[in-house]
């Protein structure tokens, strides 16, 4: 019998059913409970299970603002002393680390992208016509 949350063809061979699942629950507790906070009080944890999962597959492992492959090795893999002893060193090794990106304010229906680390650092909490904008100004300026 089919699992509800199974892990991505793509995924195969690469992380484990127990990592991926792990993964998607903690993401999708912490999202909604931060999205709480924020006044959403509409959405349910398993929403932001079930569109998480969504974006997964919708990624087909894939930056969903780059098209870069991500790294899907790294999933549960950071070590928080580890960084704290080797600074930028250490998180530069997980640029490619697949993230959770809100699309819109998190106040709304649950509804996500999964884009690298790297991207959703620096796209911070910009619509995406923002962030797009930045960029083309970045590139202008360095011509």
Excluded at 28 to 55: F, L, P, V, W
Aim: hydrophobic share 25%.
């Amino acid at each position: 019998m089919p699992r509800k949350y199974e892990c991505p063809g793509f995924l195969s061979g690469v992380i484990s059913q127990q990592t991926y699942e792990k993964w998607l629950h903690r993401k999708a507790q912490a999202h909604y409970r931060r999205d709480k906070k924020r006044g959403n009080s509409t959405s349910t944890c398993a929403e932001y299970k079930m569109a998480i999962h969504q974006a997964v597959i919708d990624s087909q492992g894939r930056d969903a603002y780059t098209h870069e492959p991500l790294d899907w090795h790294l999933l549960s893999t950071y070590d928080n002393t580890q960084a704290k002893e080797g600074g930028r060193d250490y998180k530069r090794q997980f640029a490619s680390l697949p993230s959770v990106d809100h699309v819109g304010d998190g106040t709304g229906p649950a509804n996500f992208k999964i884009c690298s680390w790297k991207t959703n650092d620096s796209k911070s909490d910009m619509t995406m016509e923002e962030y797009v904008s930045l960029c083309k100004k970045i590139i202008e300026f360095n011509g």
